[in-house]
């Protein structure tokens, strides 16, 4: 699940991280609220007023702006919100802004320069372990500084038996070039944000920048945050972080009916059974020179309501032009899932793409006989192969 960066610093803050404060607004009076607030709060004369949507890049789009006034908020909150912010990371449409984060200024000047970081926790699947990954290059596209400057980038692994050690985040902090009290407060940001990390069940911290301020002060400007879902039962409190409104209005609705969906690019509709076969049937497309619309594992159960209800969140997608039904019948037995195709075909009635059907393991000779014997416009194929051929049929 990804959250909101004003979510994700609320989690970061409730474990001792120091952020950037902020105030999130649905409107431009709220905003100018929330700005008076954080001035009495912080003492802060400026404020950012930052696009609250599930995507980065958004200073590049122009989602990020700063207010020096409170009418510079006013307009600023009024022009953001309700635009469709377009970022690297978003479509051409972009994404629609219901909210702004105004948060206070912290790039005031001071003592010292402002410096920003890149810091992120993830799992290194290689391993197994918790990795925090970081770099001097602070505030740009980490994919850039990668290609181009890649020993910048540094990593430090957890060993899960004693969690980050002391030692480490101060070599994190030493390899970031600090000293003094910007040394100190960076490892205890540090370990603060792996706690955090542990604690919330994230599968992804990612701070781009982390901020030193002029004053020394290390903190969260930005928070990408996203929860385990699996974990999510452990917090309650999480649950109600979800805003479908960033979601795949597709993904939600299969999600309702419990289908295991995931919405790709292509044009051929997959109906399978298990997800690593769910897996191998995209690839199998590929190889025909066809392109997955979806991943989709309707599970053990795939009786005439289940194929039903997956038949019509795969035609959602306006560029199937295909339906490969892919199931092996284990558990469940062929003759039962054909019938469901068979029946939800038949209720749904104007199905005008061509439907593949390759149904194996218990009772296929029975199924492909009811599949034949049908009447519908149903291919069925016995052999990976032959189902993959006939996608490919279908689709010249
Ligand atoms: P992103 O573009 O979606 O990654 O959003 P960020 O939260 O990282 O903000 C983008 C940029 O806005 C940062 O890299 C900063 O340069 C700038 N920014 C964020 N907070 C402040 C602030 O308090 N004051 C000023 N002057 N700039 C800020
Ligand atoms: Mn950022």
Not at 3 to 32: D, M, P, T, W
Not at 325 to 330: M, P, R
Request: proline share 3%.
């Amino acid at each position: 699940m990804n959250l909101h960066e004003y979510q994700g610093k609320e989690i970061l803050s409730s474990f001792g991280v120091r952020i950037q404060r902020g105030i999130v607004a649905q409107n431009a009076q709220e905003a100018v609220a929330a700005a008076k607030q954080l001035t009495e709060e912080t003492g802060t004369g400026w404020h950012v007023i930052k696009a609250q949507v599930h995507a980065g890049g958004r200073g590049k789009g122009g989602g990020v702006k700063l207010a020096k006034n409170l009418q510079e908020v006013e307009t600023l909150a009024g022009q953001i919100i309700g635009m469709d912010l377009v970022t690297p990371q978003t479509s051409a449409e972009g994404k629609r802004v219901h909210q702004v984060l105004v948060a206070e200024d912290v790039y005031y000047p001071g003592d010292s320069e402002t410096e920003e970081y890149y810091m992120s926790v993830l799992l290194n699947r290689g391993t197994g372990r918790n990795m925090i990954m970081y770099s001097t290059e602070g505030g740009m596209d980490i994919e850039t500084v990668a290609e181009e400057t890649p020993h910048l980038i540094f990593t430090e692994e957890v060993d899960p038996a004693v969690g980050l050690l002391p030692f480490q985040a101060r070599k994190i902090a030493f390899n970031l070039g600090l000293s003094g009290s910007a040394f100190k407060e960076m490892t205890k940001f540090v370990m603060a944000l792996y706690t955090a990390y542990v604690k919330s069940d994230s599968s992804l911290f990612e701070i781009n920048p982390v901020l030193k301020t002029s004053d020394d002060k290390i903190l969260a400007v930005d928070a990408k945050v996203t929860i385990d879902d699996n974990a999510l039962y452990r917090h309650k409190d999480y649950v109600d972080l979800r805003d479908i409104r960033e979601e795949n209005p597709i993904e939600v609705e299969a999600k309702e009916v419990g289908l295991n969906y995931v919405d790709l690019d292509g044009n051929v509709g997959c109906m399978v059974n298990g997800a690593g076969l769910a897996m191998g049937t995209m690839d199998l497309i590929k190889q025909a020179g066809g392109d997955p619309a979806n991943f989709l594992d309707v599970g053990g159960t795939a009786d005439a309501a289940r194929v039903e209800a997956a038949f019509k969140i795969i035609l959602k997608d306006p560029a199937v032009k295909a339906i490969l039904i892919n199931i092996f019948g284990g558990i469940v037995r062929c003759d039962r899932v054909a019938q469901g195709v068979i029946d939800a075909y038949k209720n749904m009635g104007n199905i005008e793409v061509p439907i593949i059907v390759r149904l194996q393991g218990t009772n296929a000779d029975v199924a492909k006989e009811l599949i034949d014997n049908s009447g519908l416009d149903v291919l069925s194929a016995t052999e990976f192969q032959e189902a993959a051929d006939k996608v490919q049929e279908v689709l010249a």
